[in-house]
């Protein structure tokens, strides 16, 4: 299953860089990352392909990058003028989630 890191707690406004780890090759086809608030159901965030292609939910359209190692084993999430509203758990698999669930990261924006 995949391991996410790079959660924290930050300020609106601030950033933050996610990393998932999986096994070789898990993301060959697309990486995507997703994310649950609290009390919520789990969203998609953002997906690369295996060609580079990217799409994002629009309410993290031009604030999050997602980019991926040429191993296709790393995954990465740069999120910048993070809103109170990006407070959630982050998890990253494939879309649609092919892989097991991993723990997540949690990211908590303060206002």
């Known amino acids: 299953q995949p391991v996410e890191s790079g959660g924290g707690l930050v300020q609106a406004g601030g950033s933050l860089t996610l990393s998932c780890t999986a096994s070789e090759n898990a993301f060959t086809i697309n990486a995507a990352w997703y994310r649950q608030a609290p009390g919520k159901q789990r969203d998609w965030v953002a997906r690369?392909?295996?060609?580079?292609?990217?799409d994002y939910a629009d309410s993290v359209k031009g604030r999050f990058t997602i980019s991926t190692d040429n191993a296709k084993k790393t995954a990465y999430l740069q999120m910048n003028s993070l809103k109170p509203e990006d407070t959630a758990v982050y998890y990253c698999?494939?879309?649609?989630?092919?892989?097991?669930w991993g723990q997540g990261t949690q990211v908590t924006v303060s206002s």
């Open positions: 690369i392909t295996s060609s580079g292609a990217t």
């Open positions: 698999n494939s879309r649609p989630p092919f892989l097991s």
